[in-house]
Nanobody, 133 residues
Framework: QVQVVESGGSSVQPGESLRLSCAVS????????VGWFRQAPGKDREGVSC????????YYTETVKGRFTISGDKAKNMVYLQMHSLQFDDTADYYC??????????????????????????WGRGTQVAVSS
């Protein structure tokens, strides 16, 4: 059973940086795709950034391109989301989630994985990021 635990959320001011961490246990990262999702009050959950280990393919939603970077440390089974130039609209609960790369032998693009949070069976409890002045 894969377990996922996020950490690193905080209150920051616009323009500041923050790094979220995701500890993944119960399975090697090489078999998984891991995504960062966020949900702001009154809004749907959206895929922020996802990574497929093995070929290290990544995806970023348009609003965070150039500001956020997803990375992983296979030796530590950790996945990170480095966030720079944080904006008010980045305020949300951030969730880390994991899934098999190709359940049932079907391989999807990382983009489609990130746009389909319901395909991730393993979720953390979330960590809050608040950007305010």
């Amino acid at each position: 059973q894969v377990q996922v635990v996020e950490s690193g959320g905080s209150s920051v001011q616009p323009g500041e940086s923050l790094r979220l961490s995701c500890a993944v246990s119960g399975g090697p990262l090489d078999r998984l795709a891991v995504g960062w999702f966020r949900q702001a009050p009154g809004k749907d959950r959206e895929g922020v950034s996802c990574i497929r280990f093995g070929d290290e393919t990544t995806y970023y939603t348009e609003t965070v391109k150039g500001r956020f970077t997803i990375s992983g440390d296979k030796a530590k089974n950790m996945v990170y989301l480095q966030m720079h130039s944080l904006q008010f609209d980045d305020t949300a609960d951030y969730y880390c989630a994991a899934r098999l790369q190709s359940p049932g032998g079907v391989m999807s693009t990382v983009k489609s994985m990130c746009e389909s949070p319901w395909t991730y069976p393993w979720w953390g409890r979330g960590t809050q990021v608040a950007v305010s002045s």
